[in-house]
């Protein structure tokens, strides 16, 4: 079994719509992370969480919120898509290394599309 | 403003040659680099790392190397199989927030 997963793995939606994706991990990790990857625009970081009680936001947070139900679950949000929000989304993992940065593991992306 | 470079978009290399990819970063604070490779469809994997307190870092068939003093690292793969055809991503964090900052990525193409 997949140690991260995500749900779904294909979205197809139209502008105006609220979207959620699910990002679910068994790897006892305490960080989260969801990022996006555009073509030519390799990965870049919207949101990321430390625990449950952190969250805080990447580079590219406008027009995203996540939510952090349990260790195990992060989740994106897109309140009202918009085309240049299509783009395949990726979650990831981490565990804190004291004196190590860490190494995050990914999920295996969902391909979302907004019409 | 970008931190990590791959200024390369493609590479393409003979079955059993070395494959050399390239990154370079602009961030001094940047002490910890990692190697990804993404199939698709498939999320990216974590291939190789290397701490800014060694030059040199391997595994396997797989070899990283860093130049601090020019910003730079590089990926060897010796020797390269077809099965390496992927798109690689160098990333890079800094050990105050351990955040990644990744490149565009290579693609890489081995030729049987």
């Known amino acids: 079994d997949a140690d991260v997963t995500q749900t779904p793995r294909n979205r197809i939606t139209k502008t105006g719509k609220r979207i959620m994706l699910e990002c679910s991990q068994t790897k006892g990790h305490d960080r989260m992370y969801w990022y996006r990857q555009d073509p030519g625009l390799g990965l870049r970081l919207i949101y990321y969480s430390f625990d449950v009680k952190d969250i805080n936001k990447g580079e590219i947070s406008d027009g995203y919120s996540v939510s952090r139900q349990a260790q195990a679950k992060f989740s994106l949000s897109l309140e009202s898509a918009i085309p240049n929000q299509t783009a395949l989304y990726f979650c990831?993992?981490?565990?804190?290394?004291?004196?190590?940065?860490?190494?995050?593991?990914f999920g295996p992306g969902t391909r979302l599309t907004v019409l | 403003d970008q931190q990590v470079k791959q200024n390369s978009p493609s590479l393409s290399v003979q079955e059993g040659r070395i494959s050399i990819l390239n990154c370079d970063y602009t961030?001094?604070?940047?002490?910890?680099f990692l190697w990804y490779k993404k199939y698709p469809a498939e999320g990216p994997t974590f291939l190789i790392s290397i701490s800014s307190i060694k030059d040199k870092n391997e595994d396997g068939r797989f070899t990283v190397f860093l130049n601090k003093s020019a910003k730079h690292l590089s990926l060897h793969i010796v020797p390269s199989q077809p099965g390496d055809s992927a798109v690689y991503f160098c990333?890079?964090?800094?050990?105050?927030?351990?955040?990644?900052?990744f490149g565009k990525g290579t693609l890489l193409t081995v030729n049987p």
């Open positions: 990333a890079a964090s800094a050990r105050s927030n351990y955040k990644l900052t």
């Open positions: 961030n001094s604070m940047f002490d910890y």
């Open positions: 990831a993992t981490s565990d804190w290394d004291r004196g190590l940065a860490d190494t995050q593991y």
